[in-house]
């Protein structure tokens, strides 16, 4: 079964304005966390932001936020007043303290463009 | 600044060939990982290593082996390359255990063609 489902393929923006980019998960470990990365053209991959499966608060980090719905097992992301350079391949991840060693699991990724 | 150096960006291999792919990280992390991406898939884990000359199978261990030798160095090796892993591969690196939200570093990526 899929841990990370990201339904969204490609999603499109206009410049300055919010997108939100879908994640949700399952697991039946009470202990786990939630990651975004931003994959741009070039490859690498770059950490954007984390949610605690035991954190009150939805994190936030500048123009990114996370909408996390716990009975939802959702972990959206958003992202405040698009810019060109936001466009890029976006991944969400889960770790689960039960697996060993802290290893990742993705979702398929979203590839989003943003239109001026 | 934190580094994980991935010894190609782009490499042509035929079939059949044995083909090594490097990974180098300079920040003393225990966790090493080996993932590849391909569209609509996003990353599947390969093969991880937790500690020197220590190694666990990933999701899609089969055609690849690991070796890890130094602890800051872990190598992906495909014994006879095939067409059908022709991927782009991602190197990974975190520390052990530091709770759920240890963050994981990632080399550039390197894509791999065999042909």
């Known amino acids: 079964a899929q841990k990370i489902t990201q339904t969204q393929p490609g999603m499109f923006v206009q410049e300055k304005e919010a997108v939100t980019l879908d994640c949700t998960y399952d697991t039946s470990d009470p202990s786990y966390g939630l990651f975004w990365y931003k994959q741009p053209s070039s490859g690498e991959m770059i950490f954007l932001i984390y949610q605690g499966s035991y954190d009150q608060q939805n994190a936030t980090e500048g123009r990114y936020s996370l909408n996390f719905q716990k009975a939802r097992k959702s972990a959206n992301l958003v992202i405040s007043a698009s810019q060109l350079g936001d466009s890029a391949m976006y991944f969400c991840?889960?770790?689960?303290?039960?697996?060993?060693?802290?290893?990742?699991?993705f979702g398929q990724g979203t590839i989003l463009t943003v239109h001026p | 600044d934190v580094k994980v150096t991935q010894s190609s960006r782009y490499l042509v291999k035929r079939t059949g060939e044995k083909v090594f792919l490097e990974c180098v990280q300079d920040?003393?992390?225990?966790?090493m990982f080996w993932y590849r991406q391909d569209p609509g898939l996003g990353l599947r884990l390969i093969y991880f290593s937790y500690d020197v000359k220590m190694k666990e199978k990933g999701d899609i261990p089969e055609g690849y082996s690991v070796s890890r030798e130094k602890k800051e160095r872990f190598s992906l090796i495909l014994e006879s390359a095939s067409t059908n892993q022709t991927s782009m591969y991602l190197c990974?690196?975190?520390?052990?255990?530091?709770?759920?939200?240890?963050?994981?570093?990632f080399g550039q990526g390197t894509r791999l063609t065999v042909v």
């Open positions: 990974a690196s975190s520390f052990f255990d530091r709770g759920p939200n240890t963050e994981a570093f």
């Open positions: 920040m003393d992390h225990e966790n």
């Open positions: 991840a889960m770790r689960e303290s039960g697996t060993s060693y802290g290893k990742l699991t």
